[in-house]
């Protein structure tokens, strides 16, 4: 599975943007779908998860209420729809294809990161 994040770019605080993450191959279907981030000097954290059927759905803390991952299967396509964003929001991007664990993500294959900042 090959994954393409897009979408990234400069908002303002309180904006909105969505990320989208094209996955090329025919098993995009079978795999849950997370997206991750990481801002500059932090380590990479797992922000959003959705299950292969999108019935089951994971938000970190820090995001919830804000930020909303959804997937079109027929379109091999996720998404992540971001709210009232927040200068502490700006970082990489990356989707990731795998599975779900309990607050956990096991990943098996990465896209190459999208860019969002945030402005005050």
């Known amino acids: 599975v090959q994954l393409q994040a897009s979408g990234g770019g400069l908002v303002q605080t309180g904006g909105s943007l969505r990320l989208s993450c094209a996955a090329s191959?025919?098993?995009?279907?079978?795999?849950?779908m997370g997206w991750f981030r990481q801002a500059p000097g932090k380590e990479r954290e797992y922000v959003a998860g959705?299950?292969?059927?999108?019935?089951?759905?994971y938000y970190a803390d820090l995001v919830k209420g804000r930020f909303t991952i959804s997937r079109d299967n027929a379109k091999n396509t996720v998404y992540l729809r971001m709210n009232s964003l927040k200068a502490e929001d700006t970082a990489v991007y990356y989707c990731?294809?795998?599975?779900?664990?309990?607050?956990?993500?096991?990943?098996?294959?990465w896209g190459q990161g999208t860019k969002v900042t945030v402005s005050s």
């Open positions: 990731t294809a795998g599975a779900l664990r309990d607050l956990g993500f096991i990943s098996d294959y």
């Open positions: 191959g025919r098993t995009f279907g079978s795999y849950a």
């Open positions: 959705i299950s292969w059927s999108g019935g089951t759905l």
